[in-house]
């Protein structure tokens, strides 16, 4: 697989045209587990500077989210453990629902995922720079880009066929999960932020 810059944005390019060609390539660069790992660690890395940048611009570092990302580290935690989740979960929930897909793929696919959103977010940062209505624009791109891309990448990984069928499987998915930490959150005692 040519990891050399040109190549990358080719793919990415091509990936967000057709999600299922892209995660078969991908796929196909049989990377060992220890590059998978470390894939997932650069991009969460770079997410979270990158986060940490564009809320920064964005509200400051006092506002309401400001308070609770201050910093590269929390940012850090917070992408890593919801990238592994989202791995877990789209190998766990695909399998549970007749697919052939596995973890290291699903680990490979959300690293790759990640990356594509990374592109996005240095697009917003320099939307916020040069021209702030349009990065907002860009959020709503990007989610459509991120909803796009991880039906094609879970349809790929499991084989399934109906990419309705799975969009339909990931937003059931996401908002059981949503529920399931609301209520961990509730029962630690944890509530959210107030505004004034």
Do not use: K
């Not at 660690?41 to 986060?51: D, E, I, K, R, T």
């Amino acid at each position: 697989m040519d990891t050399s810059f040109p190549a990358l944005m080719g793919l990415i390019r091509d990936t967000v045209i057709d999600p299922r060609a892209g995660a078969r390539r991908v796929l196909q660069a049989r990377l060992p587990m220890n590059a998978r790992w470390l894939a997932l660690a650069l991009v969460v890395v770079l997410s979270a500077l990158a986060g940490n940048l564009a809320l920064r611009l964005a509200m400051g570092p006092t506002g309401m989210m400001g308070g609770l990302l201050a910093g590269p580290v929390p940012s850090l935690v917070l992408q890593a453990t919801v990238l592994f989740v989202m791995a877990s979960v789209m190998h766990a929930v695909g399998r549970m629902m007749g697919g052939g897909g596995n973890f290291p793929d699903a680990l490979l696919l959300v690293a790759f995922l990640q990356g594509i959103m990374l592109v996005i977010q240095l697009l917003q940062i320099a939307a916020l720079l040069l021209l702030p209505p349009l990065a907002g624009l860009l959020s709503i791109l990007g989610f459509a880009v991120f909803l796009w891309v991880l039906t094609g990448f879970v349809a790929e990984l499991h084989g399934f066929r109906s990419l309705l069928g799975v969009l339909g499987m990931i937003v059931v998915t996401a908002f059981g999960v949503a529920f399931l930490v609301a209520l961990m959150l509730a029962m630690l005692g944890v509530t959210p932020p107030q505004t004034v």
